[in-house]
T-cell receptor, first 113, second 114 residues
């Protein structure tokens, strides 16, 4: 049972345009959400997070939006740069989950120069 | 300021062999996690330590998997009698303390069981 879903395995975006990565979750106990970025042969690197009490968090070119009623979050990257090409994982923490991260299956983002 | 390190980076084992994977967390980090990432999937939780105490091992797939962190720093994940389905990347992560503190990941150990 996949509790965190990323339905787009891949996404290609022109350099300078906006990249939008989507994530859906089913467990209503999740109360903290994160995005991680992963390059080949490296571990995931934390990008940005959001608490369930907020609906938006922004950090430079990266913005995460949370819609609790729809159990949906999205990551916006603007403007997209070639170095953003990587696999992006959405992850969630449950307030009863002993701090463990539950990950989605990832979206491979390719920025086209 | 070294990050999380893992060794070996790559391990090839024959089916039935025992393997031991090592994780050196960031100094001072209280929490340590092990995740398993199969090809094309996201990382999946295996087990969690707070200092030397293993507080959650609900993700360990079988009793062939065993993890320890005896002195609250370095951790070892041991897999006994490896099977082909154990082939995956094993990721270690550490965080300072609080539940929402960022988890910092190591580069992983890629285990291939032949």
């Amino acid at each position: 049972d996949q509790q965190v879903k990323q339905n787009s395995p891949s996404l290609s975006v022109q350099e300078g345009r906006i990249s939008i990565l989507n994530c859906d979750y089913t467990n209503s106990m999740f109360d903290y959400f994160l995005w991680y970025k992963k390059y080949p042969a490296e571990g995931p690197t934390f990008l940005i997070s959001i608490s369930s009490i907020k609906d938006k968090n922004e950090d430079g070119r990266f913005t995460v939006f949370l819609n609790k009623s729809a159990k949906h979050l999205s990551l916006h990257i603007v403007p997209s740069q070639p170095g953003d090409s990587a696999v992006y994982f959405c992850a969630a923490i449950s307030n009863f989950g002993n701090e463990k991260l539950t990950f989605g299956t990832g979206t491979r983002l390719t920025i086209i120069p | 300021g070294a990050g999380v390190s893992q060794s070996p980076r790559y391990k090839v084992a024959k089916r039935g062999q025992d393997v031991a994977l090592r994780c050196d967390p960031i100094s001072g980090h209280v929490s340590l996690f092990w995740y398993q990432q199969a090809l094309g999937q996201g990382p999946e939780f295996l087990t969690y330590f707070q200092n030397e105490a293993q507080l959650d091992k609900s993700g360990l797939p079988s009793d062939r998997f065993f993890a320890e962190r005896p002195e609250g720093s370095v951790s070892t994940l041991k897999i006994q009698r490896t099977q082909k389905e154990d082939s995956a990347v094993y990721l270690c992560a550490s965080s300072f303390q609080q539940s929402t503190d960022t988890q910092y990941f190591g580069p992983g150990t890629r285990l291939t069981v032949l």
